[in-house]
Structures are given as C-alpha cells and as structure tokens.
C-alpha cells in the first residue's frame, strides 16, 4: 500500500501529538484511564508510548531517540 506524501506528514504529525499528550499527562490518570478504556491487562501505557516511537520512526524518519530511552526497554 502506498500513502501521498501528505498523508505520511499527517499521520507522523498525529503520531507526535498523541505521543506528546500522553508525555504531558497526569500519569496515574492517564494509566487508571487507560486500563477502563482498554478493558484488559493486555497492553499498558509503556507498551502504548514504545509502539507509538516505534511508528513514528518507521514513517518520519526520526533519530530513533524514543525507542532507545530506558523507559521503553
């Protein structure tokens, strides 16, 4: 499948976004939010942050930094 370049620079944008609203929240908020929204203990909010790092380099490009941090080992 191939996407417009448009629509690559859109989705990192939303990528970036969502990634910088879950680095700015209240944490024990956002995680009690995370696991009624979720419904499961499948997935939790570092598992969340690494896949969205990890997508975010794959479309943009980036440095990679986020994959590497310790908190997403």
């Known amino acids: 499948m191939e996407l417009a370049v448009d629509d690559v620079v859109e989705l990192a944008?939303?990528?970036w976004f969502i990634g910088d609203w879950l680095g700015?929240?209240?944490e024990q908020m956002l995680?009690?939010?995370f696991r009624r929204f979720m419904d499961a203990d499948g997935c939790d909010l570092?598992?969340?942050r690494s896949d969205l790092a990890r997508f975010t380099f794959l479309i943009d490009g980036s440095d990679g930094e986020d994959l590497f941090e310790p908190e997403h080992q």
């Open 13 to 15: 944008e939303m990528l």
């Open 31 to 33: 995680a009690a939010s």
């Open 46 to 48: 570092a598992e969340l």
């Open 24 to 26: 700015g929240a209240d």
